[in-house]
Each structure stands twice: as C-alpha cells, then as structure tokens.
C-alpha cells in the first residue's frame, strides 16, 4: 500500500519555526513531484508549496514565500517543509500530496495529486 505521513506539526509562538516532514512507504518519491496543502477551520484546503521530482523546481504561495522552505532528500524518501517567522494565520491541517510526474516540474493544483496524507496540525498561537 502507498502512505504519506506528515510529522512534525505542534504548538508554537507567533515568530517561531517548526518543520514539518512527509515520509513515503511503500513507494518510491524518485517519480512524484510534492506539494504542501493546508486547510484552516472554517476555509477551503489551499496550496502552500510545491517541489519537482529533482528538487530543481519548487513553487510558494505569496502568503508563505520568504518564510517556509521546502526540499526533498530522495535518499530518505522524506520531503520536507521548513516553516520560520511562522504567523498566527498559518494556524492549519498540513498536508503533503504526491503527484506521479514524468517532467521535472511540480503543479499547484490539488486535483493533480493522486496520494495524500492525513494531515498534521500547525497552531500558531501566544
């Protein structure tokens, strides 16, 4: 069977950091370009970042470009999100989604993604 599994989600202060880590079993990531989604209470499920099969090409959402960081370690089958000067709205279910690409590129859109995790919560709070 193919599982994503988020880690790494907790309570932490506004301007705090925290990373957050999506672990493949059962499949290989060689193939799949990542993307991060987040859905808060009460709004819709959007996208956060996205990363190519290589690592080559990655995508941010205006709200999160210069502060979350996203990358991938093949090796360790482990694509990762590094969230710093976190903000009270960033407060959401994170999940990460695998999309099987034969390009080196990664798309925004949640329907492109075939396999999901179930989440991790991020509480950005004082």
């Known amino acids: 069977q193919l599982h994503l599994v988020e880690s790494g989600g907790g309570l932490v202060q506004p301007g705090g950091s925290l990373r957050l880590s999506c672990a493949a079993s059962?499949?290989?990531?060689?193939?799949?370009?990542i993307g991060w989604f987040r859905q808060a209470p009460g709004k819709e499920r959007e996208g956060v970042s996205c990363i190519s099969r290589s690592g080559g090409s990655t995508n941010y959402a205006d709200s999160v470009k210069g502060r979350f960081t996203i990358s991938r370690d093949n090796a360790k089958n482990t694509v990762y999100l590094q969230m710093n000067s976190l903000k009270p709205e960033d407060t959401a279910v994170y999940y990460c989604?695998?999309?099987?690409?034969?390009?080196?590129?990664?798309?925004?859109?949640?329907?492109?993604?075939?396999?999901w995790g179930q989440g991790t919560q991020v509480t950005v709070s004082s």
């Open positions: 989604a695998a999309d099987f690409r034969l390009v080196d590129v990664c798309r925004s859109g949640e329907k492109d993604y075939d396999y």
């Open positions: 059962g499949f290989t990531l060689d193939y799949y370009a």
